[in-house]
T-cell receptor, first 113, second 113 residues
Framework: GDSVTQMEGPVTLSEEAFLTINCTYT??????LFWYVQYPGEGLQLLLK?????DKGSNKGFEATYRKETTSFHLEKGSVQVSDSAVYFC????????????FGAGTQVVVTP | DTEVTQTPKHLVMGMTNKKSLKCEQH?????MYWYKQKAKKPPELMFV???????INESVPSRFSPECPNSSLLNLHLHALQPEDSALYLC????????????FGPGTRLTVT
């Protein structure tokens, strides 16, 4: 079955540091890949997406590239801010999944001043 | 506009109460979803509606009863809940059940006493 594996957190960084969150997947169909962010006490926000191999999704300084050869979709940001402290979820949907989003376990990121 | 709204924001109910959660979107999306999220975990899918018809029920106990009165509204009726049902309940919508991205509401924080 489909699955998503994310690096475990919490990831603690200083402001202006470089952030990478690793995400790898297994899928039987052709997945679309997503990163969602959840700030404390809130719902999930779509951060970025990629629908086919070599696509790069980007938003708010975050980027992720759909790598079919390594089945990966790592999230990166060059300079984090305290306001980036949140839980980040990698997720996929396939054409066979009947609309089901398969989530990774989530990675908590804590940015300190 | 990519907004999904949910009411109420917080709900406290006893085990004998009947209450309802409401979700609304005006993006013309034809698929709507209910998720349950426990602390520090990814959301778990409960129900999927497609074109106002129930498409997926993830073996959810009958004390949770979904309803889709029209293409913009989704309700979740609650009856005789247990304390372990306390969680954040998230609504989401997407253009369809395929590989489209899902947009989430802010959630209802439910506490069962």
């Amino acid at each position: 079955g489909d699955s998503v594996t994310q690096m475990e957190g919490p990831v603690t960084l200083s402001e202006e540091a470089f952030l990478t969150i690793n995400c790898t997947y297994t899928a039987t169909g052709y997945p679309s890949l997503f990163w969602y962010v959840q700030y404390p006490g809130e719902g999930l926000q779509l951060l970025l997406k990629a629908t086919k191999a070599d696509d790069k999704g980007s938003n708010k300084g975050f980027e992720a590239t759909y790598r079919k050869e390594t089945t990966s979709f790592h999230l990166e940001k060059g300079s984090v801010q305290v306001s980036d402290s949140a839980v980040y979820f990698c997720a996929l949907k396939t054409t066979d999944s009947w609309g089901k989003l398969q989530f990774g376990a989530g990675t908590q990121v804590v940015v300190t001043p | 506009d990519t907004e999904v709204t949910q009411t109420p924001k917080h709900l406290v109910m006893g085990m004998t109460n009947k209450k309802s959660l409401k979700c609304e979107q005006h993006m013309g999306h034809r698929a709507m979803y209910w998720y349950k999220q426990k602390a520090k975990k990814p959301p778990e899918l409960m129900f999927v509606y497609s074109y106002e018809k129930l498409s997926i029920n993830e073996s959810v106990p009958s004390r949770f009863s979904p309803e889709c009165p029209n293409s913009s509204l989704l309700n979740l009726h609650l009856h005789a809940l247990q304390p372990e049902d306390s969680a954040l309940y998230l609504c989401a919508s997407s253009r369809g059940q395929g590989t489209y991205e899902q947009y989430f509401g802010p959630g209802t924080r439910l506490t069962v006493t």
